[in-house]
């Protein structure tokens, strides 16, 4: 039987199950390893919807988060109406998961059956469900982040403008983003 | 990122001062009782909207400071701690040395058990206090895009080629009860 993963919306009463959720321990690992145990429910209360995933031996995989982005895209001028965009701002799979289950690997992001997939296909799907005419999903990642690039590009993400320099922590973010079919 | 003003005390903290001035200068206690409950009752209007005030500024605050449009500043946070203690003293005292003589001489005193409801919610904001802070995740905070990086995303949201991957029905959600009943 394939191993499908089960969404659960996260919220305050799930917060036991992720305690030390450990996606690994570079810089891009650890962020969110600490955020989904520390940031989230401050998320959750100003709209952000979180998800945690559970497999087919009832153990929690990773988790997953859609909101509106803030990052406010008015085009042609700055004066133009705003265009609404949604935003994956933190996605984590415990390391131990990582390329897992290797025997559902394929190239069709369609079917393939590793757990990152699926979580994608799971994010692209409420996408398209969200209110509000949404125009395409983007996210920041960590250039250093191969894995996760790598994932992306296979579901149609691509790059955009120039890395967005965090102020504080100095960190250069690539952005990437992927319409929404309508 | 702009700053909060820092210089003046800003108008929810004169309104909650308002309040607690509202109720030591019109204290009268020969006041008929029908005066006095006209009196009481639009102190606990003017309690009620205070609090509609505090709740939906310090909202605001909290997400600008989460959304990185703000700089988390002590001077306003010691400020909204301190309108809110204002308002539990202030409203501790109306219902203690007002509102309870009151009800003795008339089955209702308009708002008061809305005053009442508020009371413990706005005692724990203060008790269990966390100050707000900047959203680890980038993708949350709010800026507007440069134009390089919004001509770009224009771009991939009217490009033609076609998708590598065909949305579906979102697949069913677990319960919390289910998930928590089966997690291991």
């Known amino acids: 039987m394939a191993d499908v993963l089960f969404p659960v919306p996260f919220d305050a009463d799930l917060l036991p199950f992720v305690a030390g959720f450990d996606c690994g321990p570079d810089p891009w690992e650890q962020e969110p390893s600490y955020w989904i145990q520390e940031h989230a429910l401050e998320a959750i209360a100003l709209g952000t919807k979180v998800w945690l995933y559970m497999n087919q031996q009832d153990l929690v995989v990773g988790f997953s988060s859609l909101d509106v982005s803030k990052s406010l895209l008015r085009y042609p001028t700055p004066k133009s109406p705003r265009v609404p965009v949604l935003v994956i701002p933190e996605l984590g799979l415990k390391k131990e998961f990582k390329g897992e289950p290797k025997a559902e690997r394929t190239s069709d992001p369609n079917t393939d059956g590793r757990y990152s997939s699926q979580i994608m296909r ?3 799907d409420n996408a398209h469900q969200w209110q509000g005419n949404m125009q395409a999903v983007s996210l920041y990642v960590d250039p250093r982040n191969v894995a996760a690039i790598r994932l992306y590009q296979r579901f149609g993400f691509a790059t955009y403008g120039a890395p967005y320099k965090e102020p504080h922590t100095g960190i250069s973010y690539d952005r990437y983003a992927v319409r929404l079919a309508r | ?8 005390a800003p108008p929810w903290m004169t309104f909650a001062e308002a309040y607690e001035e ?5 204290h009268d206690l020969a006041m008929k009782w029908w005066d006095r409950k006209e009196w009481v009752e639009n102190l606990v209007a003017t309690g009620l909207d205070v609090y509609g005030v505090l709740k939906t500024r310090e909202a605001q605050w909290r997400e600008q400071v ?23 003293r202030t409203t501790r005292a109306i219902l203690e040395q007002l509102v309870d003589g009151l009800e003795q001489q008339f089955d209702e005193v308009t708002g008061v058990e809305k005053l009442r409801q508020e009371l413990p919610i706005v005692e ?3 008790r269990d206090w966390k100050s707000p802070r900047l959203s680890l995740a980038v993708g949350l905070r709010e800026h507007q895009l440069p134009e390089d990086a919004a001509a770009a995303l224009d771009r991939i949201i009217h490009c033609a080629t076609p998708l590598p991957y065909a949305p579906k029905q979102p697949v069913q959600e677990l319960s919390a009860e289910e998930f928590k009943r089966r997690a291991r």
């Open chain 1, 122 to 124: 799971h994010l692209l």
């Open chain 2, 1 to 8: 990122m702009s700053s909060t003003n820092e210089g003046h």
């Open chain 2, 22 to 26: 509202q109720w030591k200068s019109d």
């Open chain 2, 66 to 88: 989460f959304r990185g449009s703000v700089a988390f500043s002590e001077k306003q946070e010691q400020q909204f701690r301190r309108a809110h203690d204002l308002w539990v």
């Open chain 2, 124 to 126: 724990a904001t203060l």
